[in-house]
T-cell receptor
Framework: KQEVTQIPAALSVPEGENLVLNCSFTDSAIYNLQWFRQDPGKGLTSLLLIQSSQREQTSGRLNASLDKSSGRSTLYIAASQPGDSATYLCAPDKLSFGAGTTVTVRA | GAVVSQHPSWVICKSGTSVKIECRSLDFQATTMFWYRQFPKQSLMLMATSNEGSKATYEQGVEKDKFLINHASLTLSTLTVTSAHPEDSSFYIC??????????????FGQGTRLTVV
């Protein structure tokens, strides 16, 4: 069974700082990995999807890397803004989720 | 991206009653949909995979008679919590993969349903 760990569980930074969110998973035989954002009491918004054949994916200020062999993915958020405050979840193959990293960006 | 609409967004019901939650893919067809449950400050737990025209596949430990899933069309899946009890209170979320091979596509999520059983 796939187990997903996200570190840190929570992160608080001043506006403008870069964020690094880590995700590790135990079963490296995955097709893809997806990063999501969840606001309190809301559903999930897809941020980035990385196929197993890719090493990274970028969208605006977001960049996600994938090292499938070591079971790791990292989400980088550049020049953080208060609007980036949310919980970020990673999910290998859509079926298993980490507990998330709750980010607070202070103005 | 594709849109998945989930309804209702919140519901309060009395213990012993049943509640139906709908999940619709608005601009694409979804032969498969996923249902998750999320407890406060915890991650999503996959409950079942809903398959259009056939029976749902339930994860281990999920009671299929309690959580009835119907996927009657290519754009609608429903989850019915039968004889609800306070311990069923949770956040329920559905998702549908986009077009293409199931394994490689992006997942799109509904807005979630907050169920409170009193």
């Amino acid at each position: 069974k796939q187990e997903v760990t996200q570190i840190p569980a929570a992160l608080s930074v001043p506006e403008g700082e870069n964020l690094v969110l880590n995700c590790s998973f135990t079963d490296s035989a995955i097709y893809n990995l997806q990063w999501f954002r969840q606001d309190p009491g809301k559903g999930l918004t897809s941020l980035l999807l990385i196929q197993s054949s890719q090493r990274e994916q970028t969208s605006g200020r977001l960049n996600a890397s994938l090292d499938k062999s070591s079971g790791r993915s990292t989400l980088y958020i550049a020049a953080s803004q208060p609007g980036d405050s949310a919980t970020y979840l990673c999910a290998p193959d859509k079926l298993s989720f980490g507990a998330g990293t709750t980010v607070t960006v202070r103005a | 991206g594709a849109v998945v609409s989930q309804h209702p967004s919140w519901v309060i019901c009395k213990s012993g009653t049943s509640v139906k939650i709908e999940c619709r893919s608005l601009d694409f067809q979804a032969t498969t949909m996923f249902w998750y449950r999320q407890f406060p400050k915890q991650s999503l737990m996959l409950m079942a995979t809903s398959n259009e025209g056939s029976k749902a596949t339930y994860e281990q430990g999920v009671e299929k008679d309690k959580f009835l899933i119907n996927h009657a069309s290519l754009t609608l899946s429903t989850l019915t919590v039968t004889s609800a009890h306070p311990e069923d209170s949770s956040f329920y979320i559905c998702s549908a993969p986009g077009q293409g091979a199931l394994e490689s596509t992006e997942a799109f999520f509904g807005q979630g349903t907050r169920l409170t059983v009193v």
